[in-house]
């Protein structure tokens, strides 16, 4: 098969190999996927970048992708065979993942597409779109609620606007850094857009909220965002904690305990089984219903993966970034 790799960490054009690798076989329990959409993310870029160690001597990159079971293993119904799905975890603590066009996976981590959902939207299912479903949901459905969502026209932050809304949030709020970005955000259904560039964040929150601060935060910066959250979260509001731009984030203690304010990180890898089996099915419900907003911002050939990496990697542009084997 077709694959991209890499044998060491390192920038995307030192390392990134394409070439060819042979074809994977499902084992018991296991289906082959044939990927037709391979989905880039930040976490990949990263991976590649050497922020966390080799999982082997040969990494296939990319957690998220989409497209056609043509193989399963021993136990699993043969009726899969044909089914369009999407993946998820395709290279969590695992070496090969779905930049290629084969890779095997356990039958769980193949999730049916539904019809009305392209390969490309599908492959953007796994990091972003259930990232920002647990992030909405980590603490109870937001309805009524008032939510933050910054960086709105993220790709998690896109659909956590959308999903925010679609779980009955009262207002939801974003912060963006560009008109363009605004309305990007406000097609997902965004209330209110604060241009973090140009104006307060605490001041349009507080005043948008009566003064009250928001209920939730979907925070894709914690670091950057630190000093800010305790004057723009209600009393015991909550901050759900996806990203971070530095390793380490510094709070203030006094202003922290004083908002009573609780923060709640999680890492979409690791969700606990009942989450990510509750985000699978709204995904499902919300897709199959039409009912998501996908904005596929670049789409690049495998030969041309190294410049997929160092679009996601300069993250100016708007949407996912997809990559096909």
């Not at 098969?1 to 960490?9: D, K």
């Amino acid at each position: 098969m077709r694959a991209a790799w890499y044998e060491r960490t390192g920038p995307a054009r030192d390392v990134l190999i394409v070439g060819t690798l042979p074809d994977p076989e499902p084992g018991p329990g296991e289906v082959r996927v044939r990927i037709v959409a391979s989905g880039a993310n930040p976490s990949d870029w990263k991976a590649r970048s050497g922020v966390r160690p080799m999982i082997g001597p040969k990494v296939v990159p990319h957690s998220d992708g989409a497209g056609l079971i043509d193989r399963v293993g021993a136990g699993v119904s043969a009726s899969r065979v044909g089914e369009r799905v999407w993946v998820w975890n395709g290279q969590w603590n695992r070496a090969f993942g779905t930049a290629a066009e084969f890779i095997v996976v356990p039958e769980q981590q193949a999730v049916s597409l539904p019809d009305a959902v392209g390969f490309d939207e599908g492959a953007c299912f796994g990091i972003p779109a259930l990232t920002a479903h647990r992030a909405v949901t980590v603490d109870g459905d937001p309805e009524g609620r008032t939510v933050l969502v910054t960086g709105g026209a993220g790709s998690v932050g896109h659909y956590a606007i959308r999903m925010a809304k679609l779980l009955g949030a009262a207002k939801v709020i974003t912060t963006v850094s560009s008109p363009e970005k605004a309305a990007h955000a406000r097609a997902a259904g965004a209330d209110v857009t604060i241009d973090y560039r140009s104006e307060s964040v605490v001041d349009r929150v507080m005043g948008e909220t009566g003064g009250r601060g928001v209920d939730r935060v979907v925070e894709v910066d914690v670091a950057g965002n630190a000093k800010i959250l305790p004057r723009i979260v209600r009393r015991d509001g909550i901050c759900a904690i996806y990203g971070s731009s530095k390793p380490e984030a510094t709070f203030d203690f006094v202003p922290m305990i004083m908002s009573g304010a609780a923060l709640r990180f999680f890492i979409v890898y690791e969700l606990p089984e009942e989450a990510r089996l509750r985000g699978i099915r709204d995904i499902t419900r919300w897709a199959s219903d039409g009912l998501l907003l996908h904005t596929i911002a670049a789409r690049f050939p495998l030969d041309r993966i190294a410049d997929a990496h160092e679009t996601v990697e300069a993250a100016r542009q708007i949407g996912n970034v997809v990559v096909h084997p």
